[in-house]
T-cell receptor, first 115, second 111 residues
Framework: GAGVSQTPSNKVTEKGKYVELRCDPISGHTALYWYRQSLGQGPEFLIYFQGTGAADDSGLPNDRFFAVRPEGSVSTLKIQRTERGDSAVYLCASSFVNTGVNEQFFGPGTRLTVL | DQQVKQNSPSLSVQEGRISILNCDYT??????FLWYKKYPAEGPTFLIS?????DKNEDGRFTVFLNKSAKHLSLHIVPSQPGDSAVYFC??????????FGTGTRLKVLA
């Protein structure tokens, strides 16, 4: 069965540019999460969707970061005016349910490099 | 402030021996703990979990031990195999979807 997929796998951009990172969750998973993993660190929570709405965006570092999930499936993480400090691997995960603790299935990530 | 700590960035073990990976946490509200394994260029994959009502959970070669009073958990892999070579992340949750991850331990199993 298909797992979580993310595109592109690698993205190189210049400081100040706008980027979009896409996540296709496992079919039927209602919950979707974005994490950011910087070099030498573990994944860090950014935002959580239940269906189409962002139920918790407390991990987004600032207002340059925004994510959408318009139809409750695919999600796009958008970063405006990229900075060198945004360079990291951006991981997407999905799960069946949104209540309580449940196993999150991760995609392979998008490695973003801001020059 | 790192709420979940993995103080050993790397560990090397001979094939067939036991691998012990450690994790410490500071938040006493955490009540669910997970271990994820990550190979290069892949996302983390779930390995094993434990609820705070237990002190041990076993799944094949993998066993997780939880010591709530010490706020410490460990993952034991017996016997270790070369295919176990990966980065292992400990994660904790306080009954919600929000996982707090440690910085990971790179395990190398030597053939």
């Amino acid at each position: 069965g298909a797992g979580v997929s993310q595109t592109p796998s690698n993205k190189v951009t210049e400081k100040g540019k706008y980027v979009e990172l896409r996540c296709d969750p496992i079919s039927g998973h209602t919950a979707l999460y974005w994490y950011r993993q910087s070099l030498g660190q573990g994944p860090e929570f950014l935002i959580y969707f239940q269906g189409t709405g962002a139920a918790d965006d407390s991990g987004l570092p600032n207002d340059r970061f925004f994510a959408v999930r318009p139809e409750g499936s695919v999600s796009t993480l958008k970063i405006q005016r990229t900075e060198r400090g945004d360079s990291a691997v951006y991981l997407c995960a999905s799960s069946f349910v949104n209540t309580g603790v449940n196993e999150q299935f991760f995609g392979p990530g998008t490695r973003l490099t801001v020059l | 402030d790192q709420q979940v700590k993995q103080n050993s960035p790397s560990l090397s073990v001979q094939e067939g021996r036991i691998s012990i990976l450690n994790c410490d946490y500071t938040n006493s509200m955490f009540d669910y703990f997970l271990w994820y394994k990550k190979y290069p260029a892949e996302g983390p994959t779930f390995l094993i979990s434990i609820s705070s009502i237990k002190d041990k959970n076993e799944d094949g070669r993998f066993t997780v031990f939880l010591n709530k009073s010490a706020k410490h958990l460990s993952l034991h892999i017996v016997p270790s195999q070369p295919g176990d070579s990966a980065v292992y992340f400990c994660a904790a949750s306080s009954g919600t979807y929000k996982y707090i991850f440690g910085t990971g331990t790179r395990l190398k199993v030597l053939a």
